[in-house]
């Protein structure tokens, strides 16, 4: 059975295909099935955004998809960025430009209220009209600077709960065995295997 990671975006793919390991699916990329299409994040939540990117992919490649959404969200900012914390400082923002732009409004922000957490919402897209969701939070709070060169997005400032160092400082193993994408990953993995291969 092949599983399509309905991403482009190659550290979420490896992180992915890291979480739910080989089993008796095949997870495939877009690039391996020759799908160019980029599907606009426009939903108000995170629920929304991964149910867009799984069941427009399932339509194109008519074969079972699976996509995530994720957001930061600061207690300190309200909630900020949010749903949008991919396109926090503009439309075609990086990674450090999002950065950037989270520090500079958190400038003011003593250590003690810099909490946060991530949020992942996964659809599993099984066919037409037929998905479900998962869904993995990890607690923590934002440094006062980047730290780290692993990862990606935010992971050079997130601190998880009961840690002293970022995501970006952490190797990957670690890191997936804690996160929000790893746990909301982890049980859409047991579900596959269990729905189809027990």
């Given at each position: 059975m092949k599983i399509l990671i309905a991403t482009n975006n190659k550290h979420k793919v490896n992180e992915i295909r890291e979480i739910l390991g080989s089993g008796r699916f095949e997870l495939v990329t877009l690039s391996d099935l020759n799908i160019s299409e980029e599907v606009e994040e426009d939903k108000d939540t995170l629920e929304g955004n991964a149910l867009k990117k799984a069941e427009e992919m399932y339509r194109i490649a008519k074969v079972p998809a699976i996509a995530d959404d994720t957001g930061l969200f600061v207690d300190?900012?309200?909630?900020?960025?949010?749903?949008?914390?991919?396109r926090y400082a503009g439309e075609n923002a990086t990674y450090d430009d999002n950065c950037v732009k989270l520090l500079n409004s958190m400038k003011d922000i003593p250590e003690e209220k810099r909490t946060a957490y991530f949020k992942t919402v996964v659809c599993f897209y099984e066919s037409e009209g037929r998905y479900?969701?998962?869904?993995?939070?990890?607690?923590?709070?934002?440094?006062?600077?980047?730290?780290?060169?692993?990862?990606?997005?935010?992971?050079?400032?997130?601190?998880?709960?009961?840690?002293?160092?970022?995501?970006?400082?952490?190797?990957?193993?670690?890191?997936?065995?804690?996160?929000?994408?790893?746990?909301?990953?982890?049980?859409?993995?047991?579900?596959?295997?269990?729905?189809?291969?027990?």
């Open positions: 300190a900012l309200d909630g900020e960025p949010g749903v949008y914390s991919s479900k969701f998962f869904e993995g939070i990890c607690t923590g709070r934002i440094d006062i600077k980047k730290r780290g060169e692993k990862g990606f997005g935010y992971d050079p400032l997130f601190i998880p709960d009961g840690f002293n160092k970022t995501y970006a400082e952490m190797s990957e193993e670690e890191k997936n065995s804690t996160s929000h994408r790893g746990k909301a990953f982890k049980k859409s993995g047991e579900f596959i295997r269990k729905k189809f291969f027990d």
